[in-house]
């Protein structure tokens, strides 16, 4: 049975890729920043659970110790959003940002190397902002390219383990519910905003996820997962 850790495992897409995991036989292990969530989903899905935070490099020490019999697959899907404009940067917060989205994967990397089977992989998350600028996304668009050429340079580093980036749209995965009453609005401009006309679900995420954990002539690549929303004009 292959061994799979997805950080971030305790909500949205994380959540569902680890659900999923778990129905397709995998051994899956729930790496969140909050332990009780992880916790409840593993007992939920006969999966273990694992404080991971990216923000924390020592849990990823702890975590890869735990860990250390070996792991076939590592998915992170973790961020930290700053959406404002440049005016309004908050340092801190940017940082932020970026340690979820770049430096964090990197660290994983870096404590998970030495025991990641050498047939799995890594698929780490982007976003199609990093291929659409606008006001206000100025955090998230550039972090979002990073991850691009962060999957392309560990693919080299970390071969013959696979390293691939996933760039989902908008989905509604969960993440939009604290919009409340606006998110219906945004998910139908979304929709309009693509080639297929509707917005992401979770399971289109997930498929590809799934589909990467078994692609072995795949790697230092970015999946766009967004009804080629990045092609329209802005």
């Known amino acids: 049975m292959e061994r799979i850790l997805v950080i971030?495992?305790?909500r949205a897409l994380g959540a569902a890729v680890a659900r999923r995991a778990a129905r397709d036989g995998y051994d899956v292990i729930v790496g969140a920043r909050d332990l009780t969530a992880a916790d409840a989903l593993a007992g939920e899905i006969g999966a273990t659970a694992v404080q991971v935070d990216l923000q924390d490099e020592s849990t990823l020490a702890a975590a890869a110790h735990r860990l250390r019999d070996?792991?076939?697959?590592?998915?992170?899907?973790g961020s930290a959003?700053?959406?404002v404009r440049a005016v309004d940067l908050d340092r801190d917060r940017l940082l932020a940002a970026f340690t979820a989205k770049v430096v964090g994967p990197m660290l994983v990397a870096k404590h998970f190397a030495p025991i990641l089977r050498p047939?799995?992989?890594?698929?780490?998350?982007?976003?199609?902002?990093?291929?659409?600028p606008g006001p206000g996304s100025l955090v998230k668009g550039v972090t979002n390219g990073a991850v691009e050429f962060a999957a392309r340079h560990l693919a080299a580093d970390l071969a013959p383990v696979r390293v691939n980036a996933l760039s989902p749209g908008v989905v509604d995965s969960g993440a939009w519910d604290r919009l409340g009453d606006k998110k219906t609005a945004l998910l139908s401009?979304?929709?309009?905003a693509t080639f297929v006309k509707r917005h992401g679900a979770s399971e289109d995420v997930v498929e590809a996820v799934m589909w990467l954990l078994?692609?072995?002539f795949v790697s230092g690549e970015t999946i766009h997962i967004e009804g080629g929303a990045r092609h329209m004009s802005a």
């Not at 047939?119 to 659409?132: K, P, Y």
């Not at 401009?189 to 309009?192: L, P, T």
Request: hydrophobic share 35%.
């Open 214 to 216: 078994r692609a072995g």
């Open 70 to 77: 070996g792991v076939d697959h590592i998915v992170t899907t």
């Open 81 to 83: 959003p700053h959406d």
């Open 8 to 10: 971030g495992g305790a």
């Open 189 to 192: 401009r979304s929709a309009e």
């Open 119 to 132: 047939t799995g992989s890594m698929v780490l998350f982007s976003g199609v902002v990093g291929w659409r």
